[in-house]
């Protein structure tokens, strides 16, 4: 397909591996598939990409302020805003090849986890491919926002100057970390779920899908990470590395399943 290499090598990995989740989730399309993105947020870290490497994907999302504002960075693109939609309203069942819910079950309570996945049967073709990323709740990623958030760490660290001083040695010593330049989504919606690789697959499977590949992202993520290793390429390949082997451990968690209900 043309542009997809050239696309995704100008993309930088960052410690919370957002370029090999978008590897992973890209090494299961096929260049004739269409793509829906659930719970997309503003659409930069997985449906923008894709779209500027000529994937056929929608993205959707119930915060308009979310989509509103990701419809705006498509435009500047060069990209068809309509791309993103805050409903689904005409799209016709059984229409995608492929689902993407990447950062978004664990924002799901367990009164709606049913027609969550309802949903996401209605819309996909019979035996086609749901793509999952979850945070792993029990990893590095949760213990580190538990630590940084809530017991105020971030906070200390900005009150006595530290965090800008590590960043300003980073910089003299030639690494900066990686700023994307749009947020992921303009909703504050907390994590409900905690996940282990265990029981998101059991999760799946009980909504007529069948588990193909569980996989690990990175070992190590979260504003700590972040702040002490933001920056180092060599860090990131170790921290992937680890993620892959370690996958229990890691701070998140890749689900590729297909489903098995009958048209």
Not at 82 to 109: P, T
Not at 184 to 210: D, G, M, N, W
Request: aromatic residues 10%.
């Amino acid at each position: 397909m043309f542009g997809v290499e050239r696309v995704l090598e100008k993309m930088d990995e960052n410690v919370y591996g957002h370029k090999k989740r978008l590897d992973w989730i890209r090494s299961y399309l096929k260049p004739s598939d269409r793509i829906l993105e659930i719970g997309c947020g503003t659409g930069v870290m997985i449906t923008l990409p894709l779209a500027e490497s000529c994937y056929d994907i929608k993205g959707f999302d119930e915060d308009s302020s979310s989509i509103e504002y990701g419809q705006k960075v498509l435009t500047s693109s060069g990209l068809d805003s309509n791309i993103l939609k805050q409903d689904l309203k005409g799209v016709d069942s059984r229409s995608f090849d492929v689902i993407i819910a990447s950062e978004v079950v664990e924002h799901i309570d367990d009164d709606d986890m049913g027609a969550f996945f309802d949903n996401v049967q209605h819309y996909l073709k019979p035996g086609g491919l749901l793509l999952v990323t979850v945070p792993n709740g029990y990893g590095c990623f949760e213990i580190e926002n538990a630590i940084w958030s809530q017991f105020g760490l971030g906070r200390l660290l900005s009150y006595l100057y530290i965090d800008r001083a590590v960043l300003e040695l980073k910089q003299v010593l030639g690494f900066k970390n990686l700023i994307y330049p749009h947020p992921s989504t303009l909703s504050a919606s907390p994590h409900l779920q905690y996940f282990t690789v265990k029981s998101i697959c059991r999760l799946i499977e009980t909504s007529e899908f069948e588990v193909l590949q569980s996989a690990g992202s990175t070992l190590m993520s979260g504003p700590i990470t972040n702040l002490l290793f933001g920056g180092l390429p060599v860090f990131f390949r170790i921290n992937n590395f680890l993620g892959k082997r370690l996958k229990y451990m890691a701070s998140g968690i890749y689900i590729a399943a297909q489903s098995n209900k009958a048209r």
